[in-house]
């Protein structure tokens, strides 16, 4: 990153967010296809809360990292500080709506997703200003790491007629509870918040009429990614089952290990975006978005290359591998799409912190039409199954991606592909064909290891030697001659 501090936040970040994969991945092997129904009712309750979230939030994260480089330290505090406030206030009124459409008989699950709904806010908040100090680490440990416990642990409770199902949503509501406390005392001991109503000083500086369009803006485009990105959880308890829910869920987080170097490059070059747009610094920011890109893509290729080679040996090996075949086109056709979205860098980012950010509204729009087509076309007309989802959501996100790209070519002259990303689309694509048609052993753990193995070891080596991407060979360097 731009510095040693960046660097190890980054670090770290990477390795706590695989810790969690690495819990949600055994929770998902060993625990959660024992009743892929129950599954359904939390990934369903999660996405009805994550629909609900952007609402609460309406754009308030995005405006922290817009506006904050602005703004000098007191204004920054304040700036935080009304955040929160109009959090807490939008939540009391959906708080009233929600009481209202119950009434009417809407589904007694949205009950269960306000609070989680307000928790993630407050988290998404929290976690936008964490990285604008560049102290990603810790909050991303709390917001990780305690669902993925949480989570199995109630599972199990539940699978052994311990609680009730009502119970369990109650203690699931609880351990968000617990993220909030944890990052809120975090954040407020490296950025203390002024709590004071008065916000003129504020609204002196930075335009409040400029500061609700871009917040309206921003919170469209999230309530879009939401429509677009999670409409699957909403959809398939509808049109499917609860339990195709569940399987569906097994390979969505699965697939989302590939996602973890991305999510964690995203919200440190954040704030770095914004202030390269800010001062206008081009050459930069197009040099840092070629070198993401080609970096994203690599470890995403090659992450991808495990899972294609290994994904059905592995299952075998597992006492619950009945439960998990279902989940493999699944995993495959999501971790595709997870790598179009790592390897087109965060051009997603440019648009937000730029004066263009009213596109971002535009391709989310194109995104969700075309997302929700897909799938009622694939599962309506066509009678298909899961597979059809996931293949929509491919579909879709290659378009979305595809929109983005040629928005900020044709803005900013900005491209992330070069020479050598094709040759690395080229040398990753050749080593997964030529490993996957090599000979296989009688043992499924042999063949697995020795095919995973050759994988990794080919594209580091290749990579290394052609010298495509500058922070292979140097951190590949500093371990062979210890610098």
Known sequence: MENKASQKQAFLFTIINYVGILIGIISTLFIYPKN???????????????????????????????????????????????????????SIIMGVIIMMVLYFGWTIYILWAYPIAICLAFIELLKKQSAIIQRIALPTFFDNIIPKISLPIIFILLLYKSISEIQSLQLYIISYALIIIFIFSYVFYHFKPIFDINYKLLFSEISKKEYYRFSLFAFAGSLGSVFAFRIDALMIPKFISMEALGTFSIGVTLASALAVPATGIFTLYAPIISNY??????????????????????????????????????????????????????????????????????NGEIITYSKYYKFNLIAILLLVILNISLNLLFILYFKLGIEAVAVASLLSMVVFNLAKLLF??????????DKSYLKLVVISSSILILIYFLPNFNSILLNLIYKITLCVFLNIIIVYKLKLIYQINFWINKIIYLK
């Open 36 to 90: 892929k129904e129950l599954l359904g009712v939390f990934r369903y309750v999660e996405a009805l809360a994550l629909t609900l979230f952007p609402v609460l939030l309406l754009g308030a994260s995005q405006a922290l990292i817009n506006f904050s480089p602005k703004l000098d330290e007191l204004k920054r505090r304040k700036l935080f500080n009304y955040s929160i406030s109009s959090i807490i206030i939008i």
């Open 408 to 417: 900020v070519y044709k803005k900013f002259k900005l491209f992330p592909f």
């Open 277 to 346: 747009l800010k001062t206008e610094n081009y050459t930069e920011l197009n040099m840092k978005y070629k070198e993401v890109s080609k970096l994203l893509f690599f470890i995403g290729a090659i992450l991808y290359s495990c899972i294609f080679l290994g994904i059905e040996n592995l299952f075998m090996l597992l006492p619950t591998h009945e439960n998990l075949i279902a989940s493999i086109p699944v995993i495959l056709i999501l971790g595709f799409n997870v790598l179009v979205n790592m390897g087109t860098g965060f």
